[in-house]
């Protein structure tokens, strides 16, 4: 796996992935940035939120649940002193389809907490307490997430 930053202006970068994808990165004009990216700490847990995320799905999906939606939604602690680590992570799914099941639910969520997530999994090890949990929304009508 490769990426490549390049540094645009101030404390603006590109951030390019191995597979070809961009995204801006920036800071708050208190940090001499324009605000025009996201900061390189919101896009580590984003990508924790996209790893366990794209977990579930793919778990409930092979387990032939009926998943029509799923989001994650992450809120975290950072040290107050430098360096400012990430000191815990929660991790809320909000899980919809119709006829659901709930143990499927839980186990995708588990077995992505311990064992798939590399993301999650690595900044565990590194001390970082994350949690998990989840509620499932029956999807109502034709096409519905």
Not at 32 to 60: K, Q, S
Not at 101 to 110: L, M, Q
Request: net charge negative; aromatic share 4%; charged share 20%.
């Amino acid at each position: 796996m490769k990426a490549r930053i390049q540094w645009v202006e101030e404390v603006q970068f590109v951030a390019e992935s191995g597979s070809g994808h961009a995204v801006v990165i920036d800071g708050p004009a208190e940090g001499g940035g324009r605000n025009l990216g996201v900061r390189p700490m919101e896009l580590v847990l984003m990508g924790v939120g996209a790893c366990t995320a794209y977990d579930v799905v793919h778990i409930l999906k092979k387990g032939r649940q009926p998943v029509t939606r799923c989001v994650a939604e992450l809120s975290a602690e950072r040290a107050e002193s430098e360096p400012k680590v990430f000191t815990k992570i929660h991790v809320h799914f909000v899980v919809t389809g119709q006829g659901l099941v709930e143990t499927a639910v839980k186990r995708a969520v588990d077995l992505s907490a311990e064992k798939y997530c590399s993301a999650s999994i690595m900044l565990g090890r590194a001390g970082v307490e994350i949690t998990h949990d989840y509620e499932i929304v029956a999807a109502t009508g034709p096409g519905a997430g």
